[in-house]
C-alpha cells in the first residue's frame, strides 16, 4: 500500500508535470502565432512603404525626364530655327554674289550693263535661290 501510494503520487507528479509542459508548449506555439502574425503585418506594410516610395520615385523621375525632354525639343526649335535663319542669311549673300557676278560678266561679253532688276529676277528664278 505505501509503494503504490508512492508511485500514485509520483505518477501524478509526472502527470502534473506533463500537463503542464503542454500547457506551455500550448501557450509557446501561441506566441509564435502571435508574432508570426504581427511580423507578416510589419512585412506588409514595409513592401506597401516601400512600392508607395518607388511609385513616387517613378513619378518623380517621369516628371524630371519629360522637363528634360522639354528642355531638349525648345534648344533644338531654337536651333533649328538659327540654322534656318542662318541659311537664309548664306542664300541671299550668295544670290547677291551671283547676281554682281552675273552682271560683269554680261557687262564683258556685251560691253554693256544689264538691268540690275532683270539680273535680280533672273537669279531669282534659279531653283537653288527660289523661295
Do not use: F, K
Not at 87 to 101: D, E, K, S
Not at 112 to 129: C, G, H, I, K, T
Request: proline share 3%; charged share 30%; no cysteine.
Amino acid at each position: 500500500p505505501h509503494l503504490r501510494r508512492s508511485m500514485d503520487a509520483r505518477d501524478a507528479s509526472i502527470r502534473e508535470a506533463h500537463e503542464a509542459a503542454e500547457a506551455e508548449r500550448d501557450a509557446a506555439r501561441g506566441e509564435v502565432s502571435s508574432y508570426e502574425t504581427a511580423l507578416a503585418e510589419v512585412r506588409a506594410e514595409a513592401a506597401a512603404r516601400i512600392d508607395t516610395a518607388r511609385s513616387t520615385i517613378e513619378q518623380e523621375r517621369a516628371a524630371r525626364l519629360s522637363e528634360a525632354n522639354d528642355a531638349i525639343a525648345s534648344r533644338r526649335a531654337a536651333a533649328s530655327a538659327e540654322v534656318d535663319a542662318a541659311h537664309g542669311a548664306a542664300r541671299a549673300q550668295v544670290g547677291t554674289a551671283v547676281a554682281t557676278v552675273a552682271s560683269r560678266a554680261v557687262e564683258l561679253a556685251t560691253g554693256r550693263a544689264p538691268d540690275p532688276n532683270a539680273v535680280s529676277r533672273a537669279v531669282d528664278e534659279l531653283p537653288m535661290y527660289s523661295a
